[in-house]
């Protein structure tokens, strides 16, 4: 391995250790340590190794690239790292940490052949081994990986790595534009933020445009759903807060959720529910941490979820709620009926509750469906698959109809138990699933039977 001459490198450190770029601009949005590793990704692999360089761009960085390559003239400092044998790469890496002065900014641009040689784990390990070296020896080093391309690694490193940046580059009305993602990275209000960027003449100029662009919110927000192992969502409450009902209810109760539990368990609803999601996490009322969520959040959940399920189910509520809501009125927004509000909280927690039994409890649909049942309404569901699409839930005594307590028999027995029977199908399918009444067993007219037909 070549090894640079020894001070060639240098960086500013300033108080606690942070790593200043030397860009006033960049500098007020992210906050690097020395001491730390950052995970950068990109589509190409080769704006990610730009977006470093031009980050300091006046400094000088010691790239280790993986050897033989055409050599170019260089500006920049480069040490040869052999890819083929993982032990020389940790050995000679650790070696190269100690020689050099303290504080400098290594980028690591050999990954992606080092991950299609020995596989991900391997890489992973010697990244893990490689952290306390890291501390010791006080540099600022940069991970740059191809997006997408090695899944399972992006997200583990993510999860061990100080912070990552994530750069893309999107088709707009005015051409290409390239923004970078600050992950663990900067205050609060711009983590996980899009920031326009462009580089000229070798540096970084930021754009951060005051205006939000509710598209790019969005085109943010999507991907990070589907995979947002480590992220958890906050609901802040504003007293001005306008938002319907059945929307307060779920960011309400699923806030301190992993993202992609949300899309995991509402993926049917999450086009719908998306504008809005950007909207509010836009003003503020919505907020991302990067913060693992324990596996057992949800299962820790579960009884709580249970109990709000029964309560929304019961008879005594839909008398209570409909007494309120004529007295509140106005209070709550004019596009939700009383019933169709009851509905939407049984289906609901109906989800909720599904999802954390599923989550600790591998359970057929026939035995999830009949748990569910007997904790909404204590009673007793026998279920049968009619065909591969189709199920059939079939209530002995229906709680609804043999409930003298219970006004509008007919009408409830179809909206609350036919949409705690969707919410859960919903939630085991990840589908939306067609929940019809076959046959209503008020007036004895024998047992209520619902059917279930998945829709795909
Ligand atoms: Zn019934």
Not at 65 to 72: A, H, Q, R, T
Request: glycine share 6%; net charge neutral.
């Amino acid at each position: 391995m070549n090894v640079p001459s020894e001070g060639s490198v240098h960086v500013k450190i300033g108080g606690r250790g942070r790593v200043f770029t030397g860009n006033p601009d960049v500098d007020e949005l992210l906050f690097f340590y020395a001491g730390s590793i950052v995970m950068v990704t990109d589509d190409t692999f080769v704006e990610g190794k730009s977006f470093v360089s031009a980050l300091f761009h006046d400094r000088k960085l010691l790239e280790l690239i993986p050897s033989p390559v055409v050599d170019e003239p260089a500006l920049r400092e480069k040490a040869l790292v052999n890819v083929d044998d993982l032990q020389e790469l940790s050995i000679s890496v650790n070696r190269l940490r100690k020689s050099i002065e303290p504080h400098q900014i290594i980028v690591h641009l050999y990954l992606p052949q080092v991950l299609v040689k020995h596989g991900s784990d391997a890489v992973l390990r010697l990244i893990n081994f490689w952290m306390s070296e890291v501390r010791r020896a006080g540099h600022l080093e940069f991970f740059v990986i191809p997006k997408k391309t090695f899944v399972d690694f992006e997200r583990k490193l993510m999860s061990i790595a100080d912070g990552a940046i994530e750069i893309s580059v999107e088709k707009t009305a005015r051409g290409y534009e390239t923004f970078f993602i600050p992950i663990r990275l900067s205050k609060d209000q711009f983590n996980l933020k899009p920031v326009k960027y462009t580089i000229e003449n070798g540096k970084i100029i930021v754009k951060v445009s005051p205006a939000v662009d509710p598209h790019q919110t969005l085109a943010m927000l999507t991907p990070l759903l589907e995979r947002g192992d480590e992220i958890k969502l906050f609901f802040t409450e504003k007293d001005d807060l306008e938002i319907s009902p059945k929307y307060y209810l779920f960011f309400k109760e699923t806030s301190g959720w992993r993202l992609s539990w949300i899309s995991d368990a509402f993926g049917d609803e999450l086009e719908k529910v998306m504008p809005l999601f950007a909207q509010l996490f836009d003003e503020g009322v919505l907020k991302l941490v990067s913060i693992p969520v324990s596996e057992e959040f949800l299962g820790e959940k579960m009884s709580e979820y249970g109990e709000k399920l029964r309560l929304v189910s019961s008879a005594s509520f839909v008398s209570l709620f409909s007494v309120m809501l004529d007295y509140l009125k106005c209070r709550v927004d004019k596009e939700f009926e009383k019933r169709e509000f009851i509905g939407c909280m049984s289906e609901m927690f109906a989800r909720l509750y599904s999802y954390s039994v599923v989550s600790k409890e591998r359970l057929s649909f026939e035995r999830l469906m009949e748990k569910v049942l007997n904790t909404a309404f204590g009673c007793k569901a026998v279920v049968r698959q009619r065909s591969s699409d189709k199920f059939i839930v079939e209530l002995k005594q229906c709680p609804v109809c043999g409930n003298p307590a219970w006004a509008e028999k007919e009408f409830f027995c179809k909206m609350v138990i036919g949409r705690v029977i969707a919410g859960a199908s919903k939630v085991f399918f990840k589908s939306s699933v067609d929940v019809s009444e076959v046959q209503c067993g008020f007036g004895d007219k024998g047992n209520c039977v619902f059917a279930v037909r998945i829709v795909s």
